[in-house]
């Protein structure tokens, strides 16, 4: 079992930074592939960014390209979520994902719900205009 801290949400003013930070304990953090969707209300869950197990892949949607950035540190099992230049429509709850990876590689990245197996209880990001 995979048990996912989220942490850094809040309220921002469009233009505003904020970094998202997901600590993952209960399996050995190279074997999982991460990723970070947000939901927000009355709308589906959707993709924003996803990062291979080794670190060595990312993958953005359109949206959010250019503007957010996630990482990855294996010394404290956290994955992170830079998001710069934010939007009033980046406003939602944002979900940490991990995923079992046995790409051999370690490049391979997940961008739908379906292939991540544990989540966080997600983090409120609001932005104002």
């Known amino acids: 079992q995979v048990q996912l801290v989220e942490s850094g949400g809040g309220l921002v003013q469009a233009g505003g930074s904020l970094r998202l930070s997901c600590a993952a304990s209960g399996r050995t953090f190279s074997s999982l592939a991460m990723g970070w969707f947000r939901q927000a209300p009355g709308k589906e869950r959707e993709f924003v960014a996803a990062i291979s197990r080794l670190g060595t892949t990312t993958n953005y949607p359109d949206s959010v390209k250019g503007r957010f950035t996630i990482s990855r540190d294996s010394a404290k099992n956290t994955v992170y979520l830079q998001m710069n230049t934010l939007k009033p429509e980046d406003t939602a709850v944002y979900y940490c994902?991990?995923?079992?990876?046995?790409?051999?590689?370690?490049?391979?990245?997940?961008?739908?719900?379906?292939?991540?197996?544990?989540w966080g209880q997600g983090t409120q990001v609001t932005v104002s205009s």
């Open positions: 994902a991990a995923g079992l990876s046995t790409d051999y590689s370690g490049r391979r990245v997940y961008t739908n719900t379906g292939s991540y197996n544990y």
